[in-house]
């Protein structure tokens, strides 16, 4: 075993860098895909500890490009942003060595696959004329949506979903709910047009 194993095996909190995933979402069923990716592809082989929470994830890295390597590959399968703080721990004035912690704090979208989308009047219109109301159909780098008026497919990316939306999304349970109020709404429209009172 080398020193720095040995030196992590006595002492797991001497940490360098942390990764905190974290998905605002009431489901987070893109939060539970990308676990199940991480377990796969064993992309976490680096970290020293692990911390499931509440809201999300911790990873704890003994390097710094360990923790950076890690949130390029969780960038590469969903959309993500990310913050980094740095603490100084020491500093030897004489060598000028500093020891530093890093803490990366990513944030994944809050849409997952199935969900009703509602888009902004800018974005929409730069889409062609989309419908506000669109449906999810997947979440990888980047965003699938589908207009279910007219079937187009549209594919949003991760730097315009951070910089231009905050978009309101609805769970996959509620879009039943939407859909079923819609037909009835049209349905309720045709039998008035029919009548001729509207």
């Known amino acids: 075993m080398c020193d720095s194993s ?33 377990l796969k592809h064993n992309a976490a082989s680096q970290a020293i500890r692990i911390k499931q929470l509440g809201d999300g994830i911790d990873f704890f890295f003994s390097n710094r490009s ?10 590469k399968v969903t ?38 989308v509602c888009l ?9 004329n989309l419908e506000p109301l669109v449906i999810c159909t997947k ?24 910089r231009e939306l905050s978009l309101a999304c609805f769970p996959a349970g509620s879009l039943w709910n939407i859909l079923f109020l819609t037909s009835m709404l049209l349905l309720l429209k045709l039998m008035l047009l029919v009548l001729g009172m509207f």
């Open 6 to 38: 040995k030196r992590i095996q006595a002492n797991p909190d001497q940490w360098v860098a942390s990764v905190q995933l974290r998905q605002k979402a009431d489901h987070r069923r893109t939060f539970f895909y990308l676990k199940q990716l991480i």
């Open 66 to 75: 360990h923790g950076v390597k890690f949130i390029e590959v969780v960038g």
């Open 79 to 116: 959309p993500i942003k990310y913050s980094n703080d740095k603490k100084q721990l020491s500093h030897d004035g004489k060598s000028n060595i500093y020891n530093n912690q890093y803490t990366f704090t990513v944030d994944i979208c809050p849409i997952c696959r199935e969900d009703l």
């Open 120 to 128: 902004p009047p800018k974005v929409e219109a730069s889409f062609g």
């Open 139 to 162: 979440v990888s780098n980047s965003i699938a949506l589908v207009d279910s008026s007219t079937l187009r497919h549209c594919y949003l990316d991760a730097d315009r979903y951070w």
